[in-house]
């Protein structure tokens, strides 16, 4: 198999983040104007390179953090593997201090290994992995393709991320993310490494004027 260049950006923020309500791949929100200046920064950065391809899930969040790659005429593909995982009962609603214990409970439960357990009426993380693989594996075959920018969500990154570097999803946790950061990752033929890890340099001036206001 060729080597691969692969950008994995999480979309924009959105109103519910802004606001504290679980998303999910139940809720498809649109970027609000801080999302969309975080949209356009990026492109700033990154539209010198020679992205042969831009994936996104089929949620909104994600195609309009990376429209202006499209708009540049970039060939684009939507793929329902790549949503971010179901938070089931749990989508749409404000994450109150017994949502938040629940929540946590939750995330403490996948760290010791139980990640066959699901969101009350979502998904687990074993799961999202069984209806991501082939949409990753769809994209690796793409041996035409060289350099892609894909962009997904906080905990589908995390599970892709373990899936690619060989971790246990027990260990998603330890890739941390933000709205619109980068993670580069290299495919050597035989192997995933990370070169850029949860990289927000390029907001780096929406940073110091969001502080500000």
């Given at each position: 198999?060729?080597?691969?260049?692969?950008?994995?950006?999480?979309?924009?923020?959105?109103?519910?983040?802004?606001?504290?309500?679980?998303?999910?791949s139940?809720?498809?929100?649109?970027?609000?104007?801080?999302?969309?200046?975080?949209?356009?920064?990026f492109?700033?950065?990154?539209?010198?390179?020679?992205?042969?391809?831009?994936?996104?899930?089929?949620?909104?969040?994600?195609?309009?953090?990376?429209?202006?790659?499209?708009?540049a005429?970039?060939?684009?593909?939507k793929?329902?593997?790549?949503?971010?995982?179901?938070?089931?009962?749990?989508?749409?609603?404000p994450?109150?201090?017994?949502?938040?214990?629940?929540?946590?409970?939750?995330?403490?439960?996948?760290?010791?290994?139980?990640?066959?357990?699901?969101?009350?009426?979502?998904?687990?993380?074993?799961?999202?992995?069984?209806r991501?693989?082939?949409?990753?594996?769809?994209i690796?075959?793409?041996?035409?393709?060289?350099?892609?920018?894909?962009?997904?969500?906080?905990?589908?990154?995390?599970?892709?991320?373990?899936?690619?570097?060989?971790?246990?999803?027990?260990?998603?946790?330890?890739?941390?993310?933000?709205?619109?950061?980068?993670?580069?990752?290299?495919f050597?033929?035989?192997?995933?490494?990370?070169?850029?890890?949860?990289?927000?340099?390029?907001?780096?001036?929406?940073?110091?004027?969001?502080?500000?206001?």
């Amino acid at each position: 198999m060729n080597t691969k260049k692969i950008y994995i950006v999480r979309h924009g923020q959105t109103d519910f983040n802004l606001r504290g309500i679980v998303q999910g791949s139940g809720v498809d929100s649109s970027l609000n104007d801080f999302g969309k200046a975080q949209a356009k920064a990026f492109f700033r950065t990154y539209k010198q390179v020679a992205f042969d391809k831009v994936y996104t899930s089929v949620l909104k969040r994600t195609i309009e953090s990376v429209t202006h790659f499209i708009d540049a005429g970039i060939p684009h593909e939507k793929l329902a593997g790549l949503n971010e995982i179901s938070w089931g009962k749990k989508e749409g609603q404000p994450i109150t201090p017994d949502e938040d214990a629940y929540y946590h409970h939750m995330l403490e439960r996948w760290r010791i290994g139980e990640t066959n357990l699901r969101i009350e009426g979502g998904e687990s993380p074993e799961e999202v992995l069984i209806r991501m693989k082939p949409a990753v594996d769809h994209i690796m075959k793409q041996t035409h393709e060289s350099t892609v920018l894909i962009c997904m969500h906080g905990r589908a990154i995390r599970i892709l991320l373990c899936h690619l570097l060989n971790y246990p999803l027990k260990s998603m946790d330890m890739f941390e993310h933000e709205n619109v950061c980068l993670y580069l990752v290299n495919f050597t033929g035989s192997m995933f490494s990370i070169e850029r890890y949860n990289d927000t340099t390029h907001l780096a001036e929406l940073k110091q004027v969001s502080s500000v206001v």
